[in-house]
């Protein structure tokens, strides 16, 4: 999986929780729970989202690489075959 | 004959149109069967019978005009010795397939639970053709789900998420048309978009679509009713109580440590648990204020308040909180939240709550000063957890800490006993593992 693929998966994803969000304006480096006002059932969800669409694990532990769009994205870089 | 009325549909929600029924005349209907889905100001609901019998007569068509509370809906044939003793309702319990608990009591006594048959009457599964594998032999949702496996043809669900499902309704798109690209084959909302620009949309027919405009508003004149009628008539006092969560959650980090991410625990879970075990221990805060006088309830339906991204909030209840295990108390408040902001509640869910609790820390603030959902008595908040200083024998240590918070309805109990609720939450919650 290329950066392109996997920042797609992850909007995919993000707009069956978030439907209004506009990928456009999202910072990728910033903190997502804040500036797309995400709980922590949507953000569960969301992980759980891109675990199914991808089949990558996030272990507990790498929970923290998810917390912005950047590390989202090169996590899953990292971690599909 | 059974007269089945419109249900209660939660505090000042007296009126709700009819959008569909889901049940035709001559059809055999079960305790817990969703039968109608109904609209409030707040939310749309599926409406639960909780009758056994055959449908003679729907005296309701579909529409835009809003009946009231007590209507009589439809003509229920009551099927001879099958019927429900008169005041058993049961709340539908909704199981998660991968978290299947023990059955409860209520449950076992039965060949199928009502969820069982609900579940197989969604997915088209005749369960005279299923063998259970329960304790007693009894069909489990599992059960119903690998029948789903072998059965084709009318009656199937559709899987798809629930923005897939609103999208599609919104333009009258019918899902079975739509090949799903998610997990499992699932719809989902871009295969939707895909469908809708290569399919000639249908004019909507029968009832009016579910999501008119200005839901938001009407959500917010609900709310005003109910909170000024709370403000005006509930003397509110409050108590707040720093709770120490290290234990908590360092317990917590540890099983999560194990778990693969659907069978991961939030701490909104562990704190919703604590509520329901804490609440055994002061039932007087448990309960409503009706005719001038409180009633206690037997049973702890735990309203839990839920947000929803385009403004407003539901408090729809968990029902026998305290009898769940934690992951199944994770599982109902998954499912719950995701119906609550797919707009696809219960009425039992809207009418039931016997306390609420709202976790407004997720929002970023410290201290919640909740007001009571009337006809309730009391509701907990909890803020944000926080790093703070804190005394552990006798020398500061940082730890995580959480203000929990209770408003009291002042006609039914005084802060001491609410106090008693805060510090049994703070014991319980030291002790997580017992949780």
Same mark, same amino acid.
């Given at each position: 999986?290329?950066?392109?693929?996997?920042?797609?998966?992850?909007?995919?994803?993000?707009?069956?929780?978030?439907?209004? #969000? $506009?990928?456009?304006?999202?910072?990728?480096?910033?903190?997502?729970?804040?500036?797309?006002?995400?709980?922590?059932? $949507?953000?569960?969800?969301?992980?759980?989202?891109?675990?199914?669409? +991808?089949?990558?694990?996030?272990?507990?532990?790498? #929970?923290?690489?998810?917390?912005?769009?950047?590390?989202?994205?090169?996590?899953?870089?990292?971690?599909?075959? | 004959?059974?007269?089945?009325?419109?249900?209660?549909?939660?505090? $000042?929600?007296?009126?709700? *149109?009819?959008?569909?029924?889901?049940?035709?005349?001559?059809?055999?209907?079960?305790?817990?069967?969703?039968?109608?889905?109904?609209?409030? $100001?707040?939310?749309?609901?599926?409406?639960?019978?909780?009758?056994?019998?055959?449908?003679?007569?729907?005296?309701?068509?579909?529409?835009?005009?809003?009946?009231?509370?007590?209507?009589?809906?439809?003509?229920?044939?009551?099927?001879?010795?099958?019927?429900?003793?008169?005041?058993? *309702?049961?709340?539908?319990?909704?199981?998660?397939?991968?978290?299947?608990?023990?059955?409860?009591? =209520?449950?076992?006594?039965?060949?199928?639970?009502?969820?069982?048959?609900?579940?197989?009457?969604?997915?088209?599964?005749?369960? =005279?053709?299923?063998?259970?594998?329960?304790?007693?032999?009894?069909?489990?949702?599992?059960?119903?789900?690998?029948?789903?496996?072998?059965?084709?043809?009318? @009656?199937?669900?559709?899987? /798809?998420?629930?923005?897939?499902?609103?999208? /599609?309704?919104?333009?009258?798109?019918?899902?079975?048309?739509?090949?799903?690209?998610?997990?499992? @084959?699932?719809? +989902?909302?871009?295969?939707?978009?895909? =469908?809708?620009?290569?399919?000639?949309?249908?004019?909507? /027919?029968?009832?009016?679509?579910?999501?008119?405009?200005?839901?938001?508003?009407?959500?917010?004149?609900?709310?005003?009713?109910?909170?000024?009628?709370? *403000?005006?008539?509930?003397?509110?006092?409050?108590?707040?109580?720093?709770?120490?969560?290290?234990?908590?959650?360092?317990?917590?980090?540890?099983?999560?440590?194990?778990?693969?991410?659907?069978?991961?625990?939030?701490?909104?879970?562990?704190?919703?648990?604590?509520?329901?075990?804490?609440? %055994?221990?002061?039932?007087?805060?448990?309960?409503?204020w009706v005719d001038e006088g409180f009633r206690p309830s037997d049973a702890i339906h735990?309203?839990?308040?839920?947000?929803?991204?385009?403004?407003?909030?539901?408090?729809?209840?968990? &029902?026998?909180?305290?009898? !769940?295990?934690?992951?199944?108390?994770?599982? %109902?408040?998954?499912?719950?939240?995701?119906?609550?902001?797919?707009? %696809?509640? %219960?009425?039992?869910?809207?009418?039931?709550?016997?306390?609420?609790?709202?976790?407004? @820390?997720?929002?970023?603030?410290?201290?919640?000063?909740?007001?009571?959902?009337?006809?309730?008595?009391?509701?907990?908040?909890?803020?944000?957890?926080?790093?703070?200083?804190? /005394?552990?024998?006798?020398?500061?240590?940082? &730890?995580?800490?959480?203000?929990?918070?209770?408003?009291?309805?002042?006609? #039914?109990?005084?802060?001491?006993?609410?106090? !008693?609720?805060?510090?049994?939450?703070?014991?319980? !919650?030291?002790?997580?593992?017992?949780?």
């Open positions: 999986m290329n950066k392109e693929q996997a920042r797609q998966i992850i909007f995919e994803v993000l707009g069956e929780i978030a439907p209004e #969000v $506009d990928p456009a304006a999202v910072d990728d480096s910033s903190d997502l729970t804040e500036q797309l006002d995400l709980d922590s059932m $949507d953000y569960l969800n969301w992980m759980l989202g891109i675990n199914q669409a +991808t089949g990558v694990e996030i272990p507990q532990r790498d #929970v923290s690489r998810f917390l912005t769009i950047d590390g989202a994205v090169d996590y899953l870089v990292d971690h599909s075959g | 004959m059974i007269d089945f009325m419109l249900p209660s549909l939660g505090a $000042d929600m007296d009126l709700a *149109k009819l959008n569909c029924w889901l049940v035709k005349p001559g059809d055999t209907v079960h305790r817990g069967q969703i039968i109608a889905e109904v609209e409030t $100001d707040k939310a749309v609901l599926e409406v639960e019978c909780w009758d056994e019998g055959v449908v003679e007569e729907l005296v309701v068509s579909p529409g835009p005009t809003r009946i009231p509370v007590g209507t009589l809906l439809a003509r229920i044939r009551p099927i001879e010795g099958a019927q429900a003793p008169p005041g058993a *309702k049961e709340p539908a319990v909704e199981e998660s397939a991968s978290v299947l608990g023990p059955a409860r009591p =209520a449950a076992r006594q039965e060949v199928q639970s009502p969820p069982v048959r609900h579940l197989a009457h969604q997915l088209g599964v005749d369960l =005279a053709r299923v063998t259970g594998t329960g304790p007693v032999g009894e069909i489990t949702r599992e059960d119903v789900h690998r029948a789903v496996a072998t059965v084709t043809g009318e @009656g199937q669900r559709v899987k /798809a998420s629930p923005l897939a499902r609103r999208l /599609a309704s919104e333009t009258s798109l019918d899902l079975s048309g739509v090949p799903g690209s998610g997990v499992a @084959g699932m719809v +989902t909302a871009s295969d939707v978009r895909a =469908a809708e620009q290569s399919v000639p949309v249908r004019p909507a /027919a029968g009832p009016e679509p579910s999501e008119p405009e200005g839901r938001a508003e009407t959500m917010r004149r609900a709310i005003a009713r109910s909170m000024a009628h709370s *403000k005006r008539e509930i003397p509110h006092y409050y108590l707040a109580n720093h709770v120490d969560l290290d234990r908590a959650f360092r317990w917590l980090t540890a099983q999560n440590e194990e778990r693969p991410i659907s069978g991961r625990i939030l701490p909104a879970a562990l704190l919703l648990k604590a509520t329901a075990l804490a609440l %055994r221990e002061t039932p007087d805060l448990n309960g409503h735990l309203g839990v308040a839920v947000s929803l991204r385009e403004g407003g909030l539901v408090a729809p209840a968990i &029902h026998d909180a305290d009898r !769940l295990s934690l992951d199944e108390m994770m599982a %109902r408040l998954r499912d719950l939240v995701n119906r609550a902001r797919s707009w %696809r509640l %219960r009425s039992s869910e809207m009418s039931d709550p016997t306390i609420t609790v709202t976790n407004l @820390g997720e929002r970023g603030v410290e201290t919640a000063f909740p007001v009571i959902i009337p006809p309730q008595v009391a509701i907990v908040g909890f803020g944000k957890v926080v790093d703070m200083p804190v /005394a552990v024998d006798g020398q500061p240590a940082v &730890h995580p800490v959480v203000h929990a918070t209770l408003a009291g309805d002042h006609r #039914v109990t005084d802060g001491h006993r609410g106090g !008693l609720l805060l510090d049994a939450l703070d014991r319980l !919650l030291q002790e997580p593992e017992s949780l």
